[in-house]
């Protein structure tokens, strides 16, 4: 494991300021929402009138209307991101995969339910589902950390009263 990634070396601690520490363990998300806006797009677009694209505002034909090369790119770049993701937080967050099970199953479910065609669950929710289990994983484990560190410091002074009781 090389320096820049390992959370505990204080040499990188000190290397990121405090408060923009966050940024550097989520740069998959905002990529992954992306991505996921564009697959949602590609699909309803052509589930709706199939191969009909559209003319208009080159800008908003870009992300919603996108073109079926930016629909391979987009799918691409969201599986290396989810990838990326998973495999550098899994050793730090052991229900990462309960947390995307449950997730992704509610939203297939949920697909389900309203009727979506099968297109729009696995390249419209999905996605999304994905990018929510994300950010339940770093917020799951954030909290889970500041319970621990708070019940470390709760222990230690019980510790220090004992030692100087006793």
């Known amino acids: ?3 820049e990634s390992n959370p505990k070396n204080p ?4 290397s990121v300021p405090a408060p923009w520490r966050w940024i550097s363990e989520v740069p998959e998300i905002p990529i ?15 589930e709706a009138v199939p191969g009909h694209h ?22 691409l770049v969201f599986g290396c991101c989810v ?7 899994q050793s730090q967050d052991p229900f990462q995969i309960v947390v995307y ?9 949920t697909g389900y339910a309203v009727q979506a065609n099968v297109h729009l669950i696995l390249l419209g929710y999905l996605p999304w589902a994905t990018c ?3 950010v339940f994983s770093i917020s799951g484990h954030s909290v889970y950390r500041c319970l621990k560190s708070d019940a470390a410091k709760g222990r230690g002074d019980d510790e220090e009263k004992a030692r100087l009781l006793g």
């Open 1 to 3: 494991m090389n320096i």
């Open 132 to 134: 929510a289990a994300m």
């Open 32 to 46: 992954s929402s992306l991505c996921s806006v564009v697959t949602w797009q590609y699909t309803v677009q052509n």
């Open 11 to 14: 040499r990188m601690r000190d």
């Open 101 to 109: 099970l449950a997730l992704l199953g509610g939203a297939a479910l």
């Open 83 to 89: 990838s990326s993701f998973a495999h550098r937080r």
């Open 54 to 75: 559209g003319a208009g505002d080159a800008a908003e034909a870009f992300l919603f209307r996108p073109s079926p090369g930016l629909m391979l790119v987009s799918c």
